[in-house]
């Protein structure tokens, strides 16, 4: 097969098998750009863990489908960065933030939902779970949801993982977690995302060192939950020609929601 008829093929399929293409198509300013293909509900009940560097199971994604997800913002330094490129492309993502960073830029927190980004918790001081006492861990884990929360929704009266917060994403610090936190986090109805590939973005390297690590990464892997750090300039200088490069390879984006919010969520797609 030649690469045109490939990716008239992939576009086709795309065309067909994604109900939301033509309202984003519509919404995107840009004729050309990546744009979201389809918005996934994420049930706790049905995936309470996902992530093929931590579990056995992922998400149920096509060939060729990705979720982007950041973690460790926002950061004022970087976030809006990371921010215009996914505008440019029209491009839905996930942020799990820092309780603390998400209280000192409760405005950037907000900006981030009001694009239609999906907000996340990733603790409030970013520990390793695994060497903390028990009570400590969930206290930090708690502390950062409710922050996030705060920040989002203007009050302090969370109860934190007592009860779902608003958005029921939860990533480990690290992938480091304990048997306790997780069935913690499972009883309060708190999906716990792993990543399926990441971009090593921890490293330091030069942003076409990294696009080159994840491109053929994503290649091995065809499709999965992605991991990038949006505080890392290295990954807000590559995230444009990464995002052209899923566009130029017929991958798809897909936008993660919780279960309960996916009503929501396509009203804000698609205002009609
Ligand atoms: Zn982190």
């Not at 009940?45 to 056995?56: E, W």
């Not at 996340?120 to 949801?145: F, L």
């Not at 300039?233 to 993660?256: C, E, K, S, W």
Request: charge should be positive; charged fraction near 20%.
């Amino acid at each position: 097969m030649t690469l045109g008829f490939t990716r008239t093929l992939c576009t086709a399929i795309a065309a067909a098998t994604v109900w939301t293409a033509a309202a984003k198509a519509a919404e995107c300013p840009r004729k050309d750009a990546l744009g979201t293909s389809r918005v996934l509900r994420v049930d706790a009940a049905t995936s309470p863990r996902v992530g093929l560097k931590s579990f056995p199971q992922t998400l149920p994604l096509q060939d060729h489908e990705v979720v982007l997800t950041f973690d460790d913002g926002p950061w004022p330094g970087t976030t809006p960065r990371v921010l215009a490129a996914l505008a440019h492309e029209c491009v839905l993502a996930t942020f799990f933030m820092i309780g603390r960073s998400a209280s000192a830029y409760p405005e950037l927190v907000r900006r981030i939902a009001a694009l239609g980004h999906t907000v996340g918790h990733h603790t409030w001081s970013h520990p390793n779970i695994k060497y903390m006492k028990p009570d400590a861990a969930v206290a930090d884990i708690d502390k950062g949801i409710a922050a996030v929360e705060k920040a989002l929704h203007g009050t302090a009266s969370t109860p934190g993982i007592a009860a779902t917060p608003s958005t029921p994403f939860f990533r480990y610090p690290y992938f480091e977690m304990t048997p306790a936190t997780l069935d913690l986090l499972q009883n309060r109805g708190i999906t716990v995302f792993g990543a399926d590939l990441w971009a090593s973005d921890w490293e330091p390297m030069k942003p076409a060192q990294q696009l080159k690590l994840l491109t053929e990464r994503l290649q091995a892997a065809r499709k999965g939950i992605i991991l990038l750090h949006d505080p890392k300039a290295q990954t807000a200088a590559m995230l444009p020609a990464f995002l052209r490069y899923l566009r130029d390879n017929g991958y798809r984006v897909v936008h993660i929601v919780p279960a309960a919010a996916a009503s929501t969520a396509r009203a804000v797609q698609n205002p009609k």
